[in-house]
């Protein structure tokens, strides 16, 4: 019985990372800006400050101008690779372990350092000119010399600042006043907590009856503010005006608030600043930006670290040859100089240019137009994602409602039948009489004319039942106030805090019956014939998570009918019903709101005694559009292994069918739908539930995750990464991010967060690779990723092809360069075997250096061209990715395997050439180093799959460099010599033992055990 097992608790351990909850730098108060502090904030004086506050500016870069250089050099030596490479130049300052000129040790430790130096500085100030054009966005400040503007990053706590339409909020403020007839205005602020739905704000009542805007400055003001938290949805504050008499004071929340990174959409907003900076709710909310290394780029040190124990290895053996004779301390160091290839210094350099390359080719696909790449040191991790966890409004969805269908229970008019929607609520505003006598009329038109009404009624009640407010606006033509007045169509726009809703009132205006006017308490409908119907509000029941429905009643003026109309979800409006006397209720509703104790309660129970027996006029369904290629591109990540979690600030029911809609959870897929739990005892229960189900999506809120990961965190995770799908809803932006952290601490495996807001910057940031979409609402949550794409569709593509090709490139380069230093330090060892471990150099000055640069860099870097199959093949058929998953184009398997092709080859060639070489120890080298080179060369050739013009231009460059500097080496290589037959004749052979062996090997494997691409590819 493995269902009832008992689920330990377990405790969190804390962090040590140095990220504080508030968001801040541990040395916050050695920046002068102290602890978190309640505030008291006066009206347009920001010299009355009671403490310093941080500048309002955004920062996005890694460094600063006195950190840079430190920074870089810091993240370049605490590798061993470079670490290792520094101490070898050093020591050749010292005159008993020098072992040649400076310069072959210098150089390219030098070439490395000034490679990564620019590289960085390149992206640095790629991110300050981004986050440059953010700060200087310029607002109007209230001042006492009139409207002045200001930069973003000049605005201070205490300003006036006036925000217009569709502008961002620079800081978060408290709303004092609004440009709209009916005093408050709407916010959008799905890029500060991922929901759809526009929020409505209030400005403080005493500022909104003042006469102008500039009075603001003239009175004696403050505000009272609760200190800065990462709380989005609560505040706690108060306003005081000293000059009234008697002295008004008001309470102030959430509704009072304007949220820096939310956009005004409706009329002009003036709000007074009370946090700035470090201090705002969007950038508490956001983790510091941090130095990402890739997978590929650990396992490349770790590799590196086992070179240099051989290195360490093969030195010692060679002093105990010697018999530890003599200084042998100094022998040993000796010998770790001369055997330093062993640990290639230019594998950095072709691997961080090969990223350089890998990010540009990104950046230049025109199948994946607008493409950036922000992090050009991680193109390799797109090669290995295991969990893909994205966002849903914007990311997903391109966040346009659209009207789909209006179900009437006998009849359902879909997209295509609208016309007929729109002839019935004709009909019966243009019929005399809805009553005809039933002589007149046949079966047939009864049916009919109970068709129209059924229609008019839902048409009706759907225009009637919302929260939708039309705005008129000068279109040039038509100023406002003659808008207004006419109800001018071509100048009107509906506002409301949710999508779906202003998506209601459109389709009804497509069919027939338009909202044309509303305030606090009437409502005018204007119908096909043009008359003006008009309605009084008498009472308004808003929609509430917990209700997940609103209500209205409404008096038809025309007819003085009152009628209560309710919308909802589904899963609440059955058993909801008809019709009470609303004059008898409404005593008791007011009475319910004035109560000071259990409001909320006595508010619900007459709302209750409302909702009963009511008609059922329609059902109708309202979809938000998928992105282009959702689906498809969710089909081609999940064949190529990728496991897709949505995290999403939105509603469990809207979550639900938007990851049914796009195929995230598979029709044949079962769903587990986590009930909501507050205690330890209820996450046992329900976590023992979950656990008897096999193959099922799960869906989970932020708060139930929250409570299951503060006692059950290991079990929790262990389930819910069995799950093909997972849904969280309602999550914060820190839980997006700490489920990433989770992940990665939990699995091992690698995480790529996909986002388009600024509640995902966070998630994004964690990530091991955070790709950011850019979405309507500006780029934020781009600016902050590594990569940024213009629709979910390119991920595909980002990663099936160029995270595929970056990866096996990547891998192929690493290996071949290790190879190529292994090579020449096996005939090193053997030159100094056979010389009585002497410790001399076989090469010497420029041959050692040319020999990694101008005589193999050319072919060896073509590498990064190379690739299997074709990006077509790569996209069609996504389970090749899953190869990549297991790492095995760079593993020890493969590492060993490179190894002992270098030991063999640097062991034919140094052999052949001491066994074929005339009288003169020249001849040794001129045969071994030419043997060596077209070796390389011609290893190269072996182990491209598919041919590029560039590769045969390397190859051809590269050993034309060669031949024309023998006139240069004279002093190394007898150059007579290599005229000669004899000295062609024995290179000839070399070279042919050393590769041939390798090309027959390569032939009998792909003729039998040929890999999954060849197979696609013939």
């Known amino acids: 019985m493995t269902d009832n097992i008992p689920l330990q608790p377990v405790r969190r351990p804390k962090r040590h990372d140095g990220k504080h909850r508030n968001g801040c730098c541990p040395w916050s108060r050695c920046c002068g800006m102290g602890d978190f502090r309640p505030r008291t904030v006066w009206l347009g004086h920001p010299e009355k400050r009671e403490q310093r506050y941080p500048r309002n500016v ?10 840079f250089l430190p920074g870089v050099l810091f993240n370049q030596f605490k590798y061993f690779f470079n670490l290792y490479f520094l101490l070898l130049a050093c020591s050749q300052f010292v005159k008993e372990l020098r072992l040649g000129a400076l310069y072959t ?16 500085a390149v992206e640095e100030i790629r991110c300050y000119l981004r986050d440059k054009e953010v700060n200087s966005q310029i607002y109007s400040k209230l001042s006492t010399r009139g409207t002045v503007k200001v930069k973003s990053s000049g605005i201070q706590v205490g300003d006036l600042i006036i925000v217009e339409k569709n502008q961002r909020v620079p800081a978060d403020m408290i709303f004092l006043r609004t440009s709209e007839r009916n005093g408050s205005c709407f916010l959008r602020t799905d890029q500060l907590d991922g929901e759809t739905d526009w929020k409505l704000r209030l400005p403080v009542a005493c500022t909104q009856r003042l006469p102008t805007a500039a009075d603001l400055l003239q009175i004696r003001s403050y505000v009272y503010a609760e200190e800065p938290n990462i709380d989005i949805h609560n505040f706690i504050g108060t306003f005081t005006r000293e000059d009234g008499d008697p002295p008004v004071n008001e309470s102030l929340s959430i509704e009072n608030t304007l949220w820096a990174s939310t956009v005004v959409a409706s009329g002009t907003v003036v709000g007074v600043v009370i946090y700035t900076g470090k201090e705002l709710r969007s950038v508490m909310n956001t983790s510091n930006p941090r130095h990402k290394v890739g997978l590929f780029d650990l396992e490349v040190n770790c590799l590196t670290k086992i070179l240099f124990g051989a290195l360490v290895v093969v030195s010692l053996v060679m002093v105990a040859l010697q018999h530890f004779a003599g200084r042998w301390y100094l022998q040993i160091f000796r010998f770790l100089l001369l055997f330093s290839h062993i640990v290639p210094i230019s594998l950095r350099v072709n691997l961080d240019m090969g990223k350089m390359v890998f990010s540009w080719m990104i950046k230049k696909d025109s199948k994946i137009p607008g493409t950036v790449v922000r992090a050009s040191t991680i193109p390799e991790q797109l090669g290995r994602i295991s969990y893909l966890l994205t966002d849903k409004t914007g990311t997903l969805t391109q966040n346009e409602m659209v009207f789909r269908r209006l179900h009437l229970g006998t009849v359902a008019y879909g997209m295509d039948s609208m016309d ?40 009706k009640a759907i225009a009637l039942v919302h929260n939708v407010t039309p705005v008129y606006e000068s279109n040039g033509v038509t100023d406002q106030a003659e808008a207004e007045q006419h109800y001018e169509d071509t100048c009107r726009v509906y506002q409301a805090s949710s999508p779906d809703e202003v998506s209601l009132v459109q389709w009804t205006e497509s069919v027939g019956l338009t909202l044309v006017g509303r305030d606090q308490s009437s409502m005018q409908l204007r119908t096909p014939t043009g008359q003006i119907l008009n309605f009084t509000i008498l009472q308004i029941f808003p929609f509430t998570y917990e209700s997940k429905r609103m209500g209205i009643i409404v008096r038809d003026e025309s007819t003085g009918e009152i009628t209560f109309y309710m919308k909802g979800a589904d899963v609440v409006m059955a058993g909801i019903v008809q019709y009470n006397d609303w004059l008898e209720e409404e005593a008791r509703y007011v009475q319910a709101k004035l109560s000071v104790h259990d409001r909320s309660l006595k508010v619900a129970t007459v709302i209750e005694s409302l909702e009963m027996e009511m008609e059922l006029l329609c059902l109708t369904g309202v979809e938000d559009q998928l992105q282009t290629d959702v689906r498809p591109t969710l089909e081609i990540l999940r064949n190529a292994g990728i496991k897709v979690w949505m995290l999403t600030g939105d509603k469990l029911e809207t979550a639900t069918c938007t990851a049914k809609n796009a195929h995230l959870i598979t029709r044949n897929q079962d769903i587990h739908i986590f009930r909501p739990v507050t205690t330890r005892g209820e996450a046992h229960l329900e976590l023992n539930a979950f656990r008897r189900k096999h193959d099922c999506a799960l869906v989970i809120s932020g708060d139930s995750l929250e409570v299951c990961l503060k006692y ?17 809803c309602r999550c914060t932006p820190t839980q997006k991010a700490q489920i990433v952290r989770l992940l990665q601490e939990r699995t091992g495996k690698l995480t790529c967060a996909v986002g388009d807001g600024g509640n995902d910057v966070s998630m ?27 629709q979910f569709k390119h991920l595909g593509r980002l990663l099936m092809v160029h995270g595929r090709n970056s990866y096996k490139r990547s891998a192929a380069l690493s290996q071949f360069v290790i190879h190529r230093s292994l090579c020449i330090s096996t005939m090193q060892a053997v030159f100094s075997s056979v010389f009585y471990f002497a410790s001399v150099p076989l090469y010497q ?12 860099m050319f072919p060896v870097f073509s590498l990064v061209l190379d690739k299997d199959v074709k990006s077509e093949v790569a996209m069609l058929y996504p389970e090749l990715y899953k190869d990549l998953l297991k790492g095995r184009p760079l593993s020890f398997k493969t590492f060993l395997i490179w190894v002992l092709i270098s030991i063999y080859q640097g062991s034919i060639i140094m052999y052949g050439a001491l066994l074929l070489f005339e009288s003169e120890f020249v001849h040794i080298v001129a045969i071994s180093f030419t043997s060596l080179i077209l070796t390389e060369l011609l290893m190269v050739a072996l182990t491209i799959q598919t041919w590029h013009w560039l590769m045969i231009v390397g190859e051809l460059l590269s050993l034309a460099c060669y031949v024309a500097s023998l006139v240069f080496l004279h002093e190394f290589i007898d150059v007579y010599f290599i005229a000669t037959v004899s000295f062609l004749w024995k290179v000839t052979v070399i070279t042919l033992v050393s590769c041939l062996p390798l090309y027959i090997l390569k032939y009998l494997r792909r003729r039998f055990s040929p890999p999954n691409y060849s197979k696609l590819t013939s």
């Open 105 to 120: 040790y210098w150089v390219p430790l030098g070439l490395v350092l000034i490679i990564t130096i620019m590289r960085e």
């Open 764 to 790: 994004i940031q964690e990530a091991d690779c955070g790709v950011g979409v850019e979405g309507k609402e500006g780029k934020q949550a781009s600016l902050a990723a590594d990569f940024s794409v213009t």
């Open 420 to 459: 007929e929607v729109q002839s019935h609520v004709f009909s019966a505003y243009t019929q005399p009489t809805h009553d005809a006598p039933a002589s007149r009329a046949p079966a047939a038109t009864k049916v009919r004319k109970s068709i129209i009404s059924r229609v008019h009624e839902a048409v």
């Open 845 to 856: 000055g420029f041959l050692i250096i040319g020999y990694s640069t101008i005589y193999t």
């Open 58 to 67: 955004i920062n996005n870069q890694k460094y600063n101008f006195f950190t």
């Open 712 to 728: 059950y965190e290991y079990e929790f995770m262990e389930l819910a990464c069995q799950c093909p799908a997972v849904v969280c």
